[in-house]
Each structure stands twice: as C-alpha cells, then as structure tokens.
C-alpha cells in the first residue's frame, strides 16, 4: 500500500491520528477511520519530501485536518533509552512515564513516541470500554 515510504511514515501517521481525535471523538472510531489515518499520514510523509524516517524536528509546523489546520507545537521532548525495569521475565515488557502535569495539560493534545523510526502516539481521550 505504501511503496517506498513503508516503515518510514509512522511519525506522520502518528500526528495525523493525535489531530484526528479533535476532529472525530475516538469512542466512534471505526475501521474507515483507522485506514483515513493511515492514508493522510502517509500523504504528510510524502509531503515533507525527506526519504527517512522524520525525526522530532522533522515534523511539519502545521497538519491540516478537514479544513481544520493544527499547530504543531513540541512541548517537551525527552532522548534516552527505553529499559527493562519491571521484576517481570517478559523481555517484551517496557515501562513508560510521562510528565502527567504536563501530558494532561488543556494545551496537549497528545504525545508521540519514537522507536528509533517506529512511533506510537497517545491519544488524549476517554475511551469507554466494552
């Protein structure tokens, strides 16, 4: 689906869904959304013309959603390495900590992680559970 930029647009992908979850709540979600994200954010990849996976400075300054333009502010940024901290024998568990004075602040919308290429974003928004 995605050619050459595959394993390098997850950064974008990963912004367009934080900025998706003010346009569209995510308690209404559904498969069409999931793959709306993914195409955007690719086509956001495609549009900064960089062929690597986007660094935290590479990120556009703004994402436009819907005719809704988003700017793009880094609030904080934290560089280290992720560990194994847990008493847990599981190698695939990881521990992460955010500033929750910071992540739950009005003005942030949502956090990004990055993996190195791979990223993860998390989203700001009560999620009811079935």
């Excluded at 050619?3 to 950064?11: E, I, M, R, V, Y």
């Excluded at 900025?19 to 959304?33: A, E, L």
């Excluded at 690719?42 to 990120?59: C, Y």
């Amino acid at each position: 689906m995605f050619g050459p930029c595959t394993d390098k647009q997850s950064a974008a992908i990963t912004l367009f869904s934080v900025c998706w979850t003010k346009v569209r709540n995510i308690n209404i979600w559904k498969d069409h959304d999931l793959d709306y994200i993914l195409h955007k954010g690719d086509m956001i990849f495609k549009e900064t013309g960089i062929s690597h996976a986007l660094h935290v400075n590479e990120l556009p300054q703004q994402v436009n959603v819907e005719n809704i333009v988003f700017d793009v502010t880094i609030v904080s940024q934290v560089d280290g390495h992720i560990e194994n901290i847990s008493d847990s024998d599981d190698s695939s568990e990881v521990n992460i900590f955010l500033d929750e004075n910071l992540f739950f602040s009005e003005k942030v919308t949502g956090a990004i992680i990055f993996f190195n290429g791979p990223c993860v974003s998390i989203l700001k928004e009560r999620v009811k559970v079935r």
